[in-house]
C-alpha cells in the first residue's frame, strides 16, 4: 500500500510539475505526510541602514552613487570565471514625495556609470533633515534596492560669501565636472589667479540647464558646464580685464578677449571669458522696505445685508424686441426695396425697341437669324453639301463643271477631300521620271 501511494504521488507530481512551470516538489516522509512546495520567482526590495551626511548651506554638495557598492546587494548569476557588470540604473526623491527638492539635481549618463546627486543647499533648509530615497533597479535580473540618505544642512560661517564668480568652462560636462580630482583643479588654478584666503565651489550647472543646444556627436564635443565659486577678497586685477572696454568690444563682435590669465587655466579648461559674471555682494543695494503696519482693522461699511431669499420676476419682453424684432424688421424693409428694383423697375422690350436704332435692329435679327438657320442645320446632317464646297471652274480650260452627285446622292461615304483622278474633265500632268538607265 505504502509503493502504490508513494507510486500515485509521483504521478501526481510529475503532472503538477507539466503545468507549472518551475515548481519544485519536495517530500517530507513521515507516518503519513507529504507536501509540495512550489518556488515562485519575486522581485524582492532590500532596505538597508540610512546613511548621513552634512552639506553646509551655500557650498556645492556632491554625493556619487557607486554601482560597486550597489552591486552586493544583487545575487550573482553569471556563470562561473564571468565578471558581474551588470546594468544599474538609479531613482531618486524626497520622501513622500515623487521628485527631489528644487536644489537637488541628480545625472546618470548610461546604465554602466555612477550617478550623482549635486546642489546648493539653501539657508531656508538649515536644520531640517532632508530625506532622499536612492532605489537602484538592477537591469538584468529586475531587482531593486533601496537606501535612505539624509542631508543634513548646516549653517556656514561666513554665508554667503561676498565675491563671486561664475565661469564657463566649454570642454567639460557637469558629471566629468563633478569629480573630485578635476573640481579640484578647476579651484586650484582660480586661486592662484585670485588669491583669496577662502575660496568655495558654490554651484555646477549644466548649459542645458541654462538653455543651451545639445551638440553634436563629432570632434568630443562638450556641453559645457557653469561653475559658481565664491571668495572673501575683491577680484584680482586678471578678472576685471574682462570689464575693460576693449574686451567688452572684442565680445560683442564674437571674438576672445585678451586675458593675461588665460594660461593657466588653458592647460585643462577651456573658458569662456565673454560669459564669465562677476558679483560684488557688498555693493549690492537692498531693495527691501519695511512694511508699516497698520491696527489691522478694516474700515466699517455698514451691516452686510444678504439678498433676499426670493427673487423678483423679470419681463424680456423689452428684450425680446430688441433682440429679434428690430432686426428682423429691418432685414424686410431691406428685402422690400429689392424686389422692387428687380421687379418693379424694368423697362421692357417695347421700350428697349423704341430707343434703340433701326439699323441695329437689322443687325441683330439677321445675326438671329443667322443662328437659328444654323442650329436647324445641325439638326440634319443628310443634307447636300454646299456648292461653296465643289469646285465650279475647271483648273485649266475654265469651263464650268457640274456638281458630282444629285441631291439624292448618297454622301455619308464621301471623302472630304477628292482627288485629281475622280475630277472628270481634268488633264493628266505628265510625270518626271526618275534618272536611271532607260529600256526599250
Known amino acids: 500500500m505504502l509503493v502504490a501511494f508513494l507510486s500515485l504521488e509521483m504521478k501526481i507530481s510529475i503532472v503538477m510539475h507539466a503545468v507549472l512551470s518551475r515548481a519544485c516538489l519536495t517530500f517530507y516522509f513521515s507516518v503519513s505526510y507529504l507536501s509540495f ?46 565578471i558581474s557588470n551588470d546594468p544599474i540604473t538609479f531613482n531618486t526623491n524626497l520622501m513622500g514625495y515623487p521628485d527631489r527638492p528644487g536644489w537637488l539635481r541628480y545625472i546618470q549618463r548610461t546604465p554602466y556609470s555612477d550617478g550623482v546627486l549635486y546642489g546648493s543647499p539653501t539657508i531656508e533648509n538649515v536644520g531640517k533633515p532632508t530625506i532622499i530615497e536612492i532605489t537602484a533597479y538592477n537591469r538584468r535580473t529586475f531587482e531593486t534596492a533601496r ?63 541654462r538653455g543651451g543646444r545639445v551638440p553634436l556627436p563629432i570632434n568630443d564635443m562638450k556641453e559645457g558646464v557653469y561653475v559658481m565659486v565664491g571668495a572673501d577678497v575683491p577680484f584680482s586685477s586678471c578678472l ?18 585678451v586675458i593675461t590669465c588665460d594660461k593657466k587655466f588653458r592647460t585643462q579648461f577651456s573658458i569662456d571669458w565673454c560669459k564669465i559674471s562677476l558679483v560684488d555682494k557688498t555693493k549690492q543695494v537692498s531693495t527691501y522696505q519695511d512694511v508699516i503696519r497698520g491696527e489691522g482693522i478694516l474700515p466699517d461699511g455698514g451691516e452686510y445685508k444678504p439678498p433676499p431669499d426670493t427673487l ?5 419682453y423689452s428684450d425680446f424686441l430688441i433682440t429679434l424684432a428690430v432686426p428682423s424688421a ?22 428697349r425697341n423704341m430707343q434703340t436704332p433701326d439699323i441695329q435692329l437689322v443687325h441683330h ?7 437659328k438657320e444654323l442650329r436647324e442645320m445641325s439638326k440634319n446632317r443628310e443634307i447636300a453639301w454646299p456648292l461653296s464646297t465643289l469646285p465650279v471652274f475647271h483648273p485649266v480650260t475654265g469651263e464650268i463643271v457640274p456638281p458630282l452627285h444629285t441631291d439624292s446622292y448618297d454622301n455619308t461615304s464621301m471623302p472630304l477631300m477628292q482627288t485629281q483622278q ?10 518626271q521620271q526618275t534618272a536611271g538607265k532607260w529600256y526599250p
Not at 576685471?240 to 578677449?257: A, D, I, K, T
Not at 435679327?365 to 443662328?371: D, G
Request: negative net charge.
Open 37 to 82: 512546495c512550489f518556488s515562485v520567482y519575486t522581485i524582492l526590495s532590500k532596505v538597508h541602514s540610512d546613511r548621513n551626511v552634512y552639506p553646509s548651506a551655500g557650498v556645492l554638495f556632491v554625493h556619487v552613487l557607486e554601482r560597486e557598492y550597489f552591486k552586493g546587494e544583487f545575487p550573482p548569476y553569471p556563470k562561473p570565471g564571468e
Open 147 to 209: 537606501h535612505n540618505l539624509i542631508i543634513n544642512i548646516m549653517s556656514a560661517e561666513d554665508f554667503p560669501l561676498p565675491y563671486q564668480a561664475e565661469f564657463f568652462i566649454k570642454n567639460m560636462n557637469v558629471e566629468e565636472m563633478l569629480a573630485s580630482e578635476v573640481l579640484g583643479d578647476f579651484l586650484g588654478a582660480v586661486k592662484n589667479v585670485w588669491q583669496p584666503e577662502r575660496l568655495n565651489a558654490i554651484n555646477i550647472t549644466s548649459a542645458l540647464d
Open 240 to 257: 576685471r580685464e574682462v570689464e575693460n572696454p576693449q574686451n567688452q568690444l572684442r565680445c560683442s563682435q564674437e571674438m576672445e578677449p
Open 312 to 316: 423678483k420676476s423679470r419681463d424680456y
Open 330 to 351: 429691418v432685414a424686410l424693409v431691406l428685402f422690400l426695396i429689392l424686389a422692387y428694383i428687380m421687379c418693379c423697375r424694368r423697362e421692357g422690350v417695347e421700350k
Open 365 to 371: 435679327s439677321a445675326i438671329q437669324k443667322s443662328t
Open 422 to 431: 475622280n475630277l472628270p474633265h481634268q488633264t493628266q500632268i505628265p510625270q
